[in-house]
């Protein structure tokens, strides 16, 4: 693989269902991030990761938890999905230091 | 926390110039960026300012405004295939971005 990929491409997904969506990047890459890209709100930070080992809450955290055991993955978990949560979901990683980001293909998610 | 602010549509003819402007209220400030997503893709890295003045890069240029809270993207000679969306955001300390609703542009024949 090459940058950074995401899975699935798309998903629907009954509420109340448990979900993963995967991430991972073979630049070796320190940070990491979740993003949600809904309509007329632009892409909102949901969960970030500095380095393996760490991570941090972003402005829409509720109801999404994240994991960084390595540096490649960077999973992101919704426990009990709910029609608010369909948008489509994109990570993204950066060199330490530059803050440039760059996105994986992103996940579309639709909870009924 | 961040408040940025961008338009949401404008409309350009092919070979013309448009620019897009970007405020931005911010608790810190550590650079700016612009990002075009084009759509049903992800968005792509277009320019980076961290002091004030102009970037200039090919067709596109960035310029920013620390003390004003102000930034713009200067789309020169425009194309078809740049009809995409143009996010604006803001790096804080921890470089963390928080983008802007973003701007579609429709380039017209």
Not at chain 1, 15 to 25: D, I, S, Y
Not at chain 1, 70 to 80: H, K
Not at chain 2, 85 to 102: Q, T
């Amino acid at each position: 693989i090459a940058g950074i990929t995401q899975a699935p491409t798309s998903q629907i997904l009954a509420a109340g269902r448990r979900m993963t969506l995967r991430c991972t990047q073979d630049m070796r890459h320190n940070a990491m991030y979740w993003y949600r890209q809904d309509l007329g709100l632009g892409l909102r930070l949901i969960h970030y990761s500095n380095t393996a080992g760490t991570t941090g809450k972003g402005e829409v955290p509720d109801g999404y938890s994240v994991s960084r055991a390595n540096t490649d993955d960077f999973p992101l978990t919704l426990a009990s999905a709910v029609p608010s949560q369909t948008s489509v979901y994109f990570c993204a990683s950066s060199p330490e230091g530059t803050g440039e980001q760059f996105f994986g293909p992103g996940t579309r998610l639709t909870v009924l | 926390g961040q408040n940025i602010d961008q338009p949401t549509e404008m409309t350009a003819t092919e070979g013309a110039i448009v620019q897009i402007n970007c405020t931005y209220q911010t608790s810190g400030f550590n650079g700016l960026f612009w990002y075009q997503q084009h759509a049903g893709e992800a968005p792509t890295f277009l320019s980076y300012n961290v002091l004030d003045g102009l970037e200039e890069k090919g067709r596109f240029s960035s310029f920013l405004s620390r003390s004003k809270g102000y930034s713009y993207l200067l789309l020169k000679e425009l194309q078809m295939k740049d009809s995409a969306s143009y996010l604006c955001a803001v790096r804080d300390g921890d470089y963390k971005l928080s983008f802007g609703a973003g701007t579609t542009v429709t380039v017209r024949a």
